[in-house]
């Protein structure tokens, strides 16, 4: 199976709360961790990272929690805004020592005026 | 300055073609990947170079698949004798260093279709 994944594949928000998405992953020698932001037609872009050492990180509007105990990883997005939709993917660099990101399926968000 | 840029933004070619799909990473990094994302799924690494080499193509599905960086900046990813599941939109990115310590950032991709 999959050593990243997410729990809900869409989640449906109004214009202006705060949304949570979260992610689980299996691969406990995973050390880093992205949240990547994908609009249609587009490439994944990078919103925060975060690496093990740490359990919680703030950005602009976004905050990514790490939880090792159970291997969960989520992001905060504050007062979302209709620019927030899109597919929201987690990564981690667990490729077995390997280098290279291994992502999850990705949670659609879709921010409701 | 410039992000990862990919060509073409769409292939459409015939079942048994080959094709060639190129990148040009952000200038100065190192390190580039190439990933195949289909629908609905999160992209799934295929190869990635450090400089000019391949240092791990274990992603790569088959030997249909093949990857080049001559000159250790522009990546060309090349696929024979293309089949109906080929068809995907094939990502490219590139990282100052090594993805374990630092983001990718990725292209638009090349939306590739196989008929």
């Known amino acids: 199976g999959e050593s990243v994944g997410l729990h809900l594949p869409t989640l449906s928000v109004q214009e202006g709360d705060n949304s949570i998405i979260n992610c689980a992953y299996s691969n406990s020698a995973s050390d880093y961790f992205i949240w990547y932001k994908q609009e249609s037609g587009k490439g994944p872009q990078f919103i925060i990272d975060i690496r093990s050492n740490m359990d919680k990180r703030q950005g602009q509007r976004v905050t990514v929690l790490l939880n090792k105990t159970v291997k969960h990883l989520s992001l905060q997005i504050a007062a979302t805004q209709p620019g927030d939709s899109a597919v929201y993917f987690c990564?981690?660099?667990?490729?077995?020592?390997?280098?290279?990101?291994?992502f999850g399926k990705g949670t659609h968000l879709i921010i409701q005026p | 300055g410039a992000g990862v840029s990919q060509t073409p933004s769409n292939k459409v070619t015939e079942k048994g073609k080959y094709v060639e799909l190129r990148c040009d990473p952000i200038?100065?990094?190192?390190?580039l990947y190439w990933y195949r994302q289909s629908l609905g799924q999160g992209p799934e690494f295929l190869i990635y170079f450090q400089g000019t080499g391949a240092a791990d193509d274990s992603g790569l599905p088959n030997d249909r698949f093949f990857a080049v960086r001559p000159e250790g900046s522009v990546s060309t990813l090349k696929i024979q004798r293309t089949e109906r599941g080929d068809s995907a939109v094939y990502l490219c990115a590139s990282s100052l260093g090594l993805a374990g310590n630092s983001p990718l950032h990725f292209g638009n991709g090349t939306r590739l279709t196989v008929t």
């Open positions: 200038s100065g990094h190192t390190a």
């Open positions: 990564a981690e660099n667990g490729r077995g020592g390997a280098d290279g990101l291994t």
